[in-house]
């Protein structure tokens, strides 16, 4: 943003920064040396984060590629907003293989180039609205280049809209200095663009309410994706466990169950349906629970990361083990961990709270072993307080006071802001009070 700043607004007005050299030899040498500096942690980053594609169904060039066609939907999505095109989930976006498959990867790309280039040309006549196309793509730069990020959201889109919207203010206000509009006309179209922005906003904001009857129809509407699936038959079954007639309830029951069966028979090796369809049936009291949770075992072994998709999964079901209606299958449960835990490539993150989940299933009848696993757990993130404040918790439980009261110490000194002062305090009084 300092750059984009620089050589467009105080270039142009003969400003610039005073720690910059006036000398032109000493800028060229400057910004050799920034260039080469770029360049050296552009390769950095290239290598340090190659390997984070492991767990996506893109790798690095492809999601360059396909970036190409995501900033022109931003740029659609800022100029001529589509309700329809706007979702909380884009994970059904089709990705860019090469740079013509689609062919509107390489168009997308020619059109940025342009856009760049031209601000950049154009940044001495027209400075506000070269600092605004090129604000729009800094402000893009960092999630929409090489860290294996999920592709698309639209909250990415917020802060780079400033730039385009203030070109677009800009670029009008000269049209409209240039060629006399009777002040009538003005205000109309001031007012029918208010009326048209108020009403797709309203339109957005009712769409994602309270109701889940409306939410359920624009997810259902998004066929492809499978996020915007597996909220819809959670809706469903939320709405079964509400439902005023047995009529009702077995419709939503029925809707949720066919939901869930055919993601899991569309996608033999994903495992995100799964987790919902085995706390659907528990909670629903539907038959055949322990048949999926072994459907579920054999797709976790044939994997070698688990993710944190996967992860939030599991500890969703631990959480309905530990007193909830999955209680009878808790044994099964804590074999879906074991198997997890035996992904060779999961991240320290991951595999961490797996431990932690395993640690939980375990307490009341293995609290030795239990005990073992939060101290891996704490071992693989040693900077995590939460993960030394569940430690600590189990070994007052345990008995084991001194290792608590030094959990407790650890926790305390890595919580820099205080943010867990409250619960490290009664935990410590729990600690010597032999709680």
């Known amino acids: 943003f300092i750059l984009v700043l620089e050589i467009t607004i105080l270039r142009s007005s003969g400003n610039t920064f005073p720690l910059l050299p006036t000398n032109r030899h000493h800028q060229r040498l400057l910004f050799m040396s920034g260039a080469a500096a770029a360049l050296a942690i552009s390769a950095w980053a290239v290598l340090h984060y190659a390997g984070g594609y492991g767990g996506r169904p893109f790798d690095l060039p492809e999601r360059l590629m396909t970036q190409g066609r995501i900033l022109a939907w931003y740029l659609q999505m800022i100029i001529v907003p589509d309700i329809d095109q706007m979702s909380l989930y884009h994970d059904d976006w089709l990705i860019s293989r090469s740079l013509t498959s689609p062919v509107s990867t390489l168009v997308s790309w020619l059109a940025i180039g342009m856009l760049v280039t031209g601000a950049v040309i154009a940044s001495k006549r027209y400075p506000i609205v070269a600092f605004g196309l090129l604000w729009f793509f800094a402000g893009h730069l960092l999630e929409s280049t090489i ?44 007012i029918a663009a208010s009326i048209y922005l108020g009403a797709a906003t309203h339109a957005r904001a009712e769409r994602w309410a309270d109701d889940p009857h409306v939410r359920l129809e624009h997810l259902e509407a998004r066929g492809t994706s499978l996020r915007a699936r597996i909220e819809a038959a959670q809706i469903h079954s939320d709405l079964a466990a509400t439902a005023g007639s047995t009529e009702r309830k077995a419709r939503h029951l029925q809707k949720a169950e066919t939901i869930f069966s055919n993601i899991a028979s569309s996608e033999p090796r994903n495992t995100a349906a799964l987790y919902g369809w085995i706390l659907f049936r528990a909670e629903h009291e539907q038959e055949n629970v322990a048949a999926l949770i072994a459907e579920l075992n054999d ?3 044939s994997q070698s990361r688990i993710q944190k998709t996967a992860s939030n ?32 490539e999961t991240g320290p993150g991951n595999r961490s709270r797996l431990l932690r989940d395993r640690a939980h299933l375990l307490l009341e009848k293995r609290t ?42 650890a926790a305390r000194a890595l919580d820099q802001w205080g943010h867990h002062a409250h619960t490290l305090k009664n935990l410590r009084m729990a600690v010597l009070s032999g709680a």
């Open 147 to 190: 860290i294996p990020l999920e592709l698309v959201f639209e909250h990415r889109n917020y802060l780079p809209s400033i730039g385009i919207l203030l070109a677009i203010v800009i670029m009008l206000n000269r049209l409209l200095s240039r060629v006399p509009w009777p002040a009538s006309a003005l205000v109309a179209i001031t």
């Open 299 to 301: 797709r976790l072994e």
């Open 313 to 344: 999964g599991i500890h969703a079901l631990r959480k309905c083990a530990l007193g909830g209606p999955c209680k009878p299958y808790a044994d099964r449960i804590l074999q879906i961990i074991d198997t997890a835990l035996r992904a060779p």
């Open 368 to 409: 030795t072993e239990a005990l073992e696993s939060m101290r891996q757990a704490v071992q693989l993130r040693p900077e995590d307080i939460d993960t030394r404040i569940d430690y600590a918790g189990m070994l007052v439980r345990a008995g084991e006071r001194e290792a608590a009261l030094e959990q407790v110490r």
